[in-house]
């Protein structure tokens, strides 16, 4: 049994820091870095790409909305051509500067609104799709389970992997909980360690009412802005490795 | 005998467009593309890409500091190691979306200011071809004959090329003579096409006084915004190959 | 009688230049400037500004979403409050930019995409109002009639002053007919002239099926970028004129 | 005896947080805020403006050069026009959105390597005076003593402030100590307090081999972003109070 355990990281900008990057970096297999739209000048790239080197640790990018000042936070309303070309264009410049360390791009994971954006609408997603298969069919397509993101990926050839949060709390009918209302974040450490270990075994997750869900889990994701996220990401790595279960990075084909 | 002829294109925005791409690009044989630092967003760098590859011309980065407002014409003092990351991020964003369009980057040209300042600062000029051996040692640097960036991509063991201008005055002292002064500017097409095929033919140059200046040209540029350009690049094409000199890419080495 | 005649202006950015700002401004009463955010730096603000003054032509701001890449034609979903800010942000600046030039600002017109998502969604509307009340109460705010904006504007205190386009077509339902379908765009300048002549005299504009629809009128706008502007531009100002209508900057209050 | 405490604060940029605006705004009279261009988006402008409005400081604009990526700290090549026109419009900017704070400006001072280039290239200097006496001839001019910046305001006509560094080493020619020596910072309160008390009581300054240097001292700025900055703002405040020397903002006409 195996599962990826993944992070946004490189999010800082020219003299703005942000994240945990260096404490965060020896518990993943995967990081998705920055691209430079939403976070990630050349030099935090570079240095996060040295970082992930450092403790062999997998690669992809994380494209963005091009939105520095709202983090590509914001939907942003750009035609299937302009986020296919904006796509290419970022997977391009962080696949370069990983090859240049040596380092060979294995996934691509679409930050913020954008892969909110395309987990439901799968224009968007079917341009992501494209963009990242034009590049190399053999990337795999980060999004979140029987999303328009995962069908797009699939539908354009590429390897997926269905991703799930740790820390958040799912509605019984299987989306993830408002962050707005109470409960929408799990922080007990041993709560999230159980649920980890029940969707990567059993392959469900509880909702919020006690509900069961099935869920399938290639990749799990620790935020790198979430306070305490170091410590919880190595509490998800060691509850995971007690239990043999292999962290790697997802091994494309998955579907 | 044979000799590159290579042009700056690429250099629209959004909305704003610039340049006659083309009317140009079937008279060159290397297109230098704007990666989106001074101009050439993701949509327009592919639009480029695709334009290259319909006559088959071969194309370059043409990489610049980070200044759309100031079109890279605007010197900034960069650390050289925030001038190789910039360089490298631009040169990989480019020959991945070449590589989309089943294009191989060919080489690589500093775009405005950085042109500039990497022809006399050794520091700079070390910091791009360190950029560009990392990304591709077989990618071919353009510099001006004789400059720090010649010397740098040749110790950097890169190809490399020395350009000349078509349209432009040289001062005695082998410099180029200044835009200020009068006669810098040479837009005489015959007298244009007998300066070509000297410096191609003879290795000379005859400067503003009449004194007859050594000089080795592997590619020939002409200026994307130069009014005019597309009859200068198809008279310069028909002139040299009415003498029978090739106009291809330069086959590195050169040196 | 009278109405205002606007045109959105300085458009241009850096090298790049768009619109035929000199040979328009000589017909219009107001000119509407882009503020840096979708268009304008800092250099083409101050020769709009010098420009409207030479012809005596009133200035207003022209905010926009901070959308370089797409001219600020593409939503941005963007929390009030940010909206708020910006725009306080964008009129601030011009305001400043025109004082230095001896120039009051008379009226804000949101651009583009903000302008649509303005007319019909309250919030955004409230927001843009909010922040021109709170710079200066006695600026106009332009928007489409029976807009969220014209609404918005009336709330805050604003004077408001209602637009059409002189070159539209109209839908029988009151909204303009969308540029993809056929007989959007109105070119004939006959026919441009008698329909300003009847929206400003009768208060009524006939629709692309004959219906006659009621319309109120404080300004009408021309687009910097539709082909053949100065001379639409020149046509609606003289055709005016020939009636005995006073062309001049919406005198507030207007409602 | 009176003297100004100011400090660069407003350096936050969307979700990057920089600076500890909210620990050091009470101790001082003076606040430059920045603009956009170095750092600072318009809803981290207005919430500094209303921070100052809280504790009665005074505002004033912190223009620099366009370079989010490099904090402004990197000297870029403008032409002197260009540079009017972006410091009239950044001070243009802050105005307003000030204004609608109910706080009238009060003081420009340039920012990173905008500050350092004026300082010692008066025609840098004059670009920036005549941006701000355009705008506001009561407007305060912040530079060193002795600078090309100083010169070029009182040229101008405008008010002007002769600022120091609080934690700073002199060198004998009354030259900052670089950064790079041992020494150039003075990290000991007790110190840095009587340097301040000696600057301000008996206008000279004790260089690093002891020599006695004459200084006038209108403004002593501390660093937003110097660690333990809080500590060294209160302990300069009270320190200068005990003494009975009056905070507050450097009253104009200085020269």
């Given amino acids: 049994m195996r599962v990826d355990l993944n992070c946004d990281l490189g999010e800082s900008y020219g003299v703005w820091t942000l994240g945990h990057d260096d404490e965060i970096m020896p518990s993943l297999s995967s990081a998705s870095v920055a691209c430079g739209f939403h976070a990630g000048d050349a030099g ?9 080197k450092a403790h062999r640790v997998s ?8 939105d520095l000042a709202g983090f590509g936070r914001r939907p942003m309303a750009l035609e299937p051509e302009a986020i296919e070309d904006l796509v290419l264009y970022q997977v391009s410049a ?8 040596g380092l060979r791009l294995a996934h691509v994971k679409p930050h913020g609104a954008l892969y909110n954006v395309a987990a439901r609408d799968r224009t968007v997603a079917d341009a992501i799709a494209r963009a990242v298969a034009l590049f190399d069919a053999g990337l795999v397509l980060f999004g979140p389970p029987d999303s328009c993101l995962i069908a797009a990926g699939v539908a354009a050839g590429l390897p997926v992997a269905r991703e799930v949060f740790a820390d958040r709390a799912y509605e019984p009918d299987g989306r993830l909980r408002s962050r707005s209302l109470p409960g929408a974040l799990i922080v007990d450490l041993t709560s999230i ?3 980890v270990i029940q969707m990567v075994e059993e392959h469900t997750v509880t909702a919020v009412d006690g509900t069961c869900l099935p869920v399938h889990v290639d990749t799990i994701c620790v935020h790198g802005d979430t306070p305490g996220v170091p410590a919880l990401a190595r509490c998800i790595r060691t509850t995971l490795e007690k239990r043999g279960i292999l962290i790697a990075p997802p091994s494309p ?3």
């Fill in 44 to 52: 935090v790239i570079r240095r996060t790409l040295k970082l992930a």
């Fill in 59 to 66: 690669v992809g990018a994380h494209p963005s909305f091009p």
């Fill in 94 to 101: 962080l696949a370069g500067m990983a090859a240049a360390e």
């Fill in 193 to 195: 360690g159980d649920r």
């Fill in 253 to 255: 084909p998955q579907l």
